[in-house]
């Protein structure tokens, strides 16, 4: 089969597209599913698994990749409920920019009739993400309001989403003000474009209410303590990543004056630690994908040749939204 395989560590990275072997159905583990991949989302987090620098290791050679969307071809003795040819999305540690992958049964979710692949490839991450993170690890509640840091890539678009859903005001805040229309799109009540100095103050400037009750912050670095001084008392701090490359020092007095709490959320050990609740997550996000409160943004579609150049662009910060990779089998070649 065809994938993109990673061969030394480091970024950028001389990765290319080539022949690996494809999983055998009769090897599968028991609480395994193979998948024939029809689409696969692009994440930051792969930049970091391609350097050699996240927190999960993988092994050379390796195919890249953590989120995709495509159909069960088999299924282990231990899966049930799925069956042959029905859509899924789901979660892997490496494998997703492949015609073929495998999944654990707790990492995935199947795929509504009407959300297209392209969707599909880009839901499971960044939803089950801003979810968890927000009610479960910030108990945002209705009428609170959401500072989202790093609002328009694809976790922080999708947080906005989940935060009105929820009945938060929602502030987005991004470096670049070409960004704004897109993380206004998504249903931010407010935008500001920040990227260093005192975000109350330019939060104050563009007119909007300084006080927060949520920092969801994707960024790090200085960004973090920045926006931890526009909390209210008792206000909540969920660290979900470092985009900016560096881990945020937080001074302890503000912490503690404030009361603030300071969470973090990985989401990817939720899904087989606590797979019920995983279950139930997506439950709510489909039905509020169903009735029309949450609008994946995909901000490009590319081929499975073109992921290693468009990994490099996002990780610049050039896209609002999502990328997407679609990968398609090769005519003559076999299903």
């Known amino acids: 089969m065809r994938a993109l395989l990673v061969r030394e560590t480091g970024w950028p990275n001389r990765m290319q597209v080539a022949e690996v072997p494809r999983p055998a159905a009769q090897a599968l583990d028991a609480d395994s599913v193979l998948v024939r991949v ?72 199947r795929v509504p009739a009407g959300m297209p692949d392209t969707q599909a490839a880009g839901f499971y991450i960044p939803y089950g993400t801003a979810l968890c993170a927000l009610r479960e690890r910030g108990r945002l509640a209705a009428g609170e309001t959401l500072l989202v840091l790093g609002a328009a890539g ?43 100095g005192d975000l109350k103050d330019a939060l104050g400037k563009a007119g909007v209410d300084p006080g927060v009750d949520v920092v969801l912050d994707m960024v790090g670095g200085d960004a973090s303590a920045a926006a931890m001084r526009c909390l209210n008392f008792e206000g909540r701090l969920v660290v979900v990543g470092f985009t900016s490359g560096q881990a945020p020092a937080l001074r302890a007095n503000h912490i503690l004056v404030k009361n603030i709490d300071i969470v973090g959320c990985y989401w990817g050990p939720y899904q087989q630690l606590r797979p019920v609740q995983t279950r139930r997550a997506f ?22 040749e073109g992921v290693a150049h468009a990994l490099e662009q996002l990780a610049c910060g050039a896209y609002a939204g999502k990328v997407v990779a679609q990968i398609s089998i090769p005519s003559g070649a076999s299903e």
């Open 154 to 196: 694809a976790v922080g678009l999708a947080a906005v989403q989940v935060g009105k859903a929820l009945g938060a005001r929602v502030i987005g805040v991004s470096r670049s003000p070409a960004k704004r229309e897109a993380v206004m799109q998504a249903g931010a009540d407010a935008f500001v474009a920040w990227s260093s």
């Open 38 to 109: 029809r689409a696969a989302g692009l994440n930051f987090a792969d930049t970091l698994s391609i350097a050699g620098s996240y927190q999960e290791k993988q092994q050379l050679p390796f195919v890249p990749g953590a989120e995709l969307c495509g159909e069960v071809a088999a299924v282990g003795a231990g899966v049930q409920g799925l069956q042959l040819g029905e859509r899924v999305m789901g979660q892997v540690g490496a494998g997703a920019y492949a015609e073929w992958a495998v999944v654990h049964k707790d990492r995935l979710a």
């Open 283 to 304: 439950d709510t996000l489909l039905a509020w994908y169903g009735a029309g409160l949450l609008r994946p943004q995909i901000a490009d579609s590319v081929p499975l």
